[in-house]
């Protein structure tokens, strides 16, 4: 059975890993779950966090101060397998269950203007590559065509044909 979320086109809900010992873990989780429809898998070590992420993807790290690391970034294994998950280092025992989801949904919304930004620019890069190489070809073959053989001018033409067709699409 398919979700009706996913059947609009909806993307599914962010999953998001909470390090934190499991008293604070609990009810913080909950929230995250209610308030950001998210998915929350809570992990009490380091450790065991790091397994979690070399396992499987996440939008998001919460991680509670108390078993934050004083390593830097490129040293500690949990930020090299975080992959493109944001870490927020927080401090649970004085954080507000409605103070986290803020923070987390700050997180999550920057994240997503990121990646929109991101993906934008990869797109205008391959566009700006293809029109660049297009022009190139159809260049390419249209000087060919000057000097072409009678046998070869109908191949040249139909390639001058396609080039031309390729840059009104990417036009488009």
Known sequence: ???????????????????????????????????????????????????????????????????????????????????????????????SAARVVRQARSALARRTQDLATARSAATALLQSELNTTLAGVLLESQLALRDASPAQAPRLRHLVQLAGDLRDQLRA
Do not use: C, W
């Open 1 to 95: 059975m398919t979700n009706p979320q996913s059947a609009l086109g909806a993307p599914p809900p962010a999953a998001l890993l909470l390090i934190a010992p499991e008293s604070a873990a609990q009810p913080i989780a909950e929230a995250l779950r209610s308030e950001l429809h998210a998915e929350v898998e809570t992990i009490p070590s380091r450790r065991a966090a790091v397994a979690s992420l070399r396992r499987k993807d996440f939008a998001l790290v919460l991680i509670d101060e108390s078993l934050a690391s004083d390593d830097s970034a490129t040293t500690d294994p949990l930020y090299q397998h975080a992959g493109s998950a944001l870490i927020l280092e927080l401090n649970l025992a004085l954080s």
